[in-house]
């Protein structure tokens, strides 16, 4: 054991407080905090949760029998048109719109 | 950092952090002992009653740390009305009354050889007793109302009134001729401290302000969790009342 010196007491004193007060301190942190988890433990167990607590997710439910109906294979797309073609098209209507004929307005 | 004010998530962090902020006080506590005692010299005038300042002034530091905390808190609270900012001062305050408490004790067992008394009423020994009395009183207020809100919204204004402390206890000795000796660390020439003291006092102030962050998260979420608890049992004795009407 190393030596202290003639105050030595006063180092000893000052951090035996030290590792009561942090001790207690801690220890008291501790255990409220393991209180409180258990008191929300119990009262979830009994079925009382917050409104906003997530309910917990149902099991899946497997089928008892495999189904025998075969599924139907996903029908086919029509190969979508090139743009250039679909842009083309769309000019060609907006222009069958503005025919004189069917701007005619009546006499 | 707004999505932690969320307390959902608040308490999903402090799960992640505990484990490894505890490690991190155990390692800058056990290294900072190390040094205070084993590599650190005997002070050339003061001998070995040095080794008290490793515990005193990082006390000292953080429990005015904690009142700053708890002062911003209090903003937070009457600004905003976070309940978080509310259940972070109303936690920080029984840590800061611990160092607090602490800080007194030790700068008086080092004051007896040093001084020759234990106490003496200059302002920096005087602040300082304020703080802690600051502290009980906020305690004792938030113990006082039941309802947590009102309660967090007089603990708020009493720890904004209380804040002006803070400066008196930092400048206290520049201002007033005191018995306490003026800054020697966070100072505009420097530290006059020898860096043989000076490194074990940084490892020390980092372990206790490690473990300040530690407590002050773990309180915080047991006060989280005492709010839902007190809401829940509120729900139970509608219910009951529902049941018997």
Redesign the interface.
């Known amino acids: 054991m190393f030596d202290l010196g003639p105050h030595a007491s006063f180092i000893i004193a000052a951090y035996g407080v030290t590792v009561l007060a942090v001790g207690a301190l801690v220890f008291a942190t501790v255990e409220d905090d393991r209180k409180q988890r258990r008191t929300l433990a119990e009262l979830e167990r009994q079925g009382i949760r917050r409104r906003s607590a997530a309910k917990p997710a149902p099991p899946p439910i497997k089928p008892a029998v495999k189904s025998t109906v075969k599924k139907k294979a996903p029908a086919k797309r029509k190969p979508a048109k090139p743009r250039a073609r679909k842009a083309a098209s769309a000019r060609k209507t907006s222009s069958a719109r503005k025919t004189p004929s069917a701007r005619k307005t009546p006499s | 950092m707004i999505s932690l004010a969320n307390p959902t998530r608040f308490l999903s962090l402090v799960d992640t952090v505990v484990p490894w902020l505890s490690g991190l006080v155990v390692i800058l506590l056990g290294t900072g002992l190390y040094l205070s ?2 590599v650190a010299p ?1 002070d050339y005038q003061q ?3 040095v ?2 300042m490793f ?2 002034v990082p ?1 000292a530091w953080l429990a005015m740390f904690g009142y700053t905390v708890i002062a911003l808190a209090a903003l937070g609270t009457l600004i905003w009305r976070h309940p978080l900012a509310d259940v972070a001062a109303k936690t920080a305050a ?2 800061g009354a ?1 160092f607090a ?2 800080a007194l ?2 700068g008086s ?2 004051g ?2 040093m001084w020759g008394t234990y106490w003496v009423w200059d302002a920096r020994l005087t602040s300082m007793l304020v703080l802690f009395l600051l502290y009980l009183g906020l305690i004792a207020l938030w113990q006082a109302i039941e309802e947590p809100g009102r309660a967090g919204r007089a603990a708020a204004i009493l720890a904004l009134v209380g804040a002006i402390n803070i400066p008196i206890i930092k400048f206290s000795v520049d201002w007033w001729n005191t018995l306490h000796q003026p800054a020697s660390v966070f100072r505009a020439g420097g530290p006059t401290i020898d860096p043989a003291l000076l490194t074990p006092l940084f490892v020390m102030a980092a372990g206790f302000t490690a ?1 300040f962050v530690l ?1 002050h998260l ?2 915080m ?2 006060e989280i ?2 709010r ?2 007190r ?3 509120q ?2 004795v509608a219910r009951a009342a529902l049941a018997e009407a």
């Open positions: 005692f084993f005997p001998g070995e009653t080794r008290i515990i005193h006390a029984p840590i611990t408490f602490i004790v030790t067992l080092w007896k050889p473990l407590l773990i309180a979420r047991a969790l005492r839902r608890v809401a829940l049992q729900t139970q």
